[in-house]
């Protein structure tokens, strides 16, 4: 199957600084990617929708100003955290969709675990 | 608005069959999905349904009915690798992005 990358896998950083996450298809091009983001025992919450070339289109209640999203090229979405503080703190998804694959199934990345002291 | 449901927890014993539920009311309805995720990592494909009935895919079946918004993923001969949480997800029509609306995750316990 396809593959999306993620990195970094874990960051830790203080609180008010940036922390910038990106998400690679490395075998596909990706126009659209998603965001999510999934609090501990609990299920994904999405985010956003990156779209290659435009703006993101983000979920009611996520902080666009907040969450920067930029979908450069075909393969390669970044989240950046803007001003981190501890309520941040969260596994952080991204998936892409491959039209060659079965309709409509999403390939995950690892995962970006952010801990914002 | 949206609303997909699944049980919190189950509990389930080594060999046997379980079953999970999903019910959902969604906006709109382009294909019901069930994700495997073990703690830590990213959730992975098991099924996908879009029109009624049963798919079986070795151990795992997955059912659709589209009328009643319910959708159960079966899961036979369980091991013990099998412990994790099973996300039913929904792809939502609204929109040209189709996104998936996940629900809140059925953390399933294998015993011995």
């Known amino acids: 199957g396809a593959v999306v990358s993620q990195h970094p896998s874990r960051v830790i950083c203080k609180s008010g600084t940036s922390v910038k996450i990106e998400c690679r298809s490395l075998?596909?091009?990706?126009?659209?990617m998603f965001w999510y983001r999934q609090f501990p025992k609990q299920s994904l919450m999405l985010m956003a929708t990156?779209?290659?070339?435009?703006?993101?289109?983000?979920e009611q209640g996520v902080e666009k100003d907040k969450f920067l999203i930029n979908h450069a090229s075909l393969t390669l979405s970044t989240l950046t955290v803007t001003s981190a503080h501890p309520e941040d703190s969260s596994f952080y998804i991204c998936s892409a969709r491959d039209s060659g694959s079965p309709p409509g199934e999403l390939f995950f990345g690892e995962g970006s675990r952010l801990t914002v002291l | 608005g949206q609303n997909i449901d699944q049980p919190t927890e189950m509990t389930a014993t080594e060999g046997a069959i379980v079953q999970i539920n999903c019910t959902y009311q969604?906006?709109?309805?382009?294909?019901l999905f069930w994700y495997q995720q073990h703690a830590g990592e990213a959730p992975t494909f098991l099924s996908y349904?879009?029109?009624?009935g049963l798919e079986e895919k070795g151990r795992f079946s997955s059912f659709l009915s589209r009328s009643k918004g319910y959708s159960y993923l079966l899961l036979k001969e369980l091991q013990m690798k099998d412990s994790a949480s099973y996300l039913c997800?929904?792809?939502?029509?609204?929109?040209?992005?189709?996104?998936?609306?996940f629900g809140t995750g059925t953390l399933l316990a294998v015993q011995p």
């Open positions: 997800a929904v792809r939502d029509r609204g929109g040209a992005t189709n996104k998936l609306i």
């Open positions: 969604t906006s709109g309805f382009n294909g």
């Open positions: 349904n879009v029109l009624d």
């Open positions: 990156s779209n290659e070339g435009s703006k993101a289109t983000y």
């Open positions: 075998d596909f091009q990706a126009t659209t």
